[in-house]
């Protein structure tokens, strides 16, 4: 499936949930499918829409708290899986877009062809964690993660194939922590 393609089955699915996104193309492909208050857009900084994410889970225990990432973030923090699973909070889900490269900047390969990533987050003590190469059982396993408690992990595996034309955040990053902050509250 093309990464796009997997945006357009999870992003229906998400109600009112907090969603952290990692930079690049994870920002750009669900800002230009479906902006939305409750979306924090990570711009600059690679890696730490786990972290964040993490924080928003542990700050607000009643809510589910979505993090899309990306491979080359997730390799870039892996410390941070390690983080999340000892800090457990059952209201997170991690999800990743797996594409084997850092796309947004030039597609140079990552090493998630050799490490899976949801084994990682497995053995690093996540409770759930599954990895889904169709697009069809996109829907059945984030339903089933989202309601198990977590913290899980949904990896989907995607095509290098993201198009460059898509727009970038237009909001500013104090824009985006303003209303990511109200949506939340
Ligand atoms: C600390 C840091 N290093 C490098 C970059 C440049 N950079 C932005 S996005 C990106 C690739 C991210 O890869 P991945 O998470 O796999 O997402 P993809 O682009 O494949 O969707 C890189 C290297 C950055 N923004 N910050
Ligand atoms: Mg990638």
Do not use: W
């Not at 479906?34 to 979306?39: L, M, S």
């Amino acid at each position: 499936m093309k990464g796009t393609e997997a945006f357009q089955e999870l992003l229906p699915l998400i109600n009112d949930e907090p969603v952290v996104h990692a930079n690049g193309f994870i920002c750009r492909e669900s800002f230009a499918l479906k902006d939305r208050e409750a979306n924090f857009y990570m711009i600059g900084s690679m890696g730490l829409a786990s972290s964040i994410g993490l924080g928003v889970a542990m700050c607000k225990p009643d809510k589910k708290v979505i993090i899309i990432d990306g491979d080359g973030n997730v390799l870039m923090a892996l410390g941070t899986l390690a983080m999340i699973a000892a800090e457990a909070p059952a209201n997170l889900l991690h999800i990743v877009i797996d594409n084997e490269v850092y796309e947004s900047t030039g597609s140079q390969r990552s090493l998630s062809s050799k490490v899976h990533l949801e084994e990682v987050a497995k053995s690093s003590g996540y409770k759930n964690a599954l990895r889904v190469e169709k697009k069809e059982d996109i829907k059945a396993a984030y339903m089933k993660l989202k309601e198990l408690p977590g913290p899980n992990f949904l990896l989907i595996k995607v095509e290098p194939c993201f198009d460059p034309s898509t727009g970038r955040v237009t909001h500013t990053p104090e824009e985006i922590t303003e209303r990511f902050m109200l949506a939340i509250r």
